[in-house]
């Protein structure tokens, strides 16, 4: 027997949230990838169009990339590897 407390769905997703430093009051939060950071990519493809398995496949989200917030977003990897290639 555990004392495992039980939550609703909406508060368990506002819990998640707020573990990543995110309200879910807020108006920026990723349409993409709910706030989480991560998006599963059907064609198994990764962000970059590179082959990523035989299944789908969860890699960084391609629009907040993984910041969870769309007006706060983290690096843009894929610019940056464009960049990394060009020089
Ligand atoms: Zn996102």
Redesign the pocket.
């Known amino acids: 027997m555990t004392d495992e407390k039980r939550y609703s769905d909406e508060e368990l997703y506002s819990r998640c949230l707020r573990w990543r430093f995110l309200d879910d009051r807020y108006d920026s939060i990723?349409?993409?990838?709910?706030?989480?950071?991560i998006?599963i990519y059907s064609s198994t493809s990764t962000y970059f169009y590179g082959v990523g398995g035989c299944a789908m496949t969860h890699d960084v989200?391609?629009?907040?990339?993984?910041?969870?917030d769309?007006s706060n977003p983290f690096r843009n990897i894929k610019k940056l590897l464009v960049q990394k290639k060009e020089n």
């Open positions: 990723c349409v993409d990838c709910n706030g989480s950071g998006k989200c391609d629009k907040c990339w993984g910041s969870g769309e």
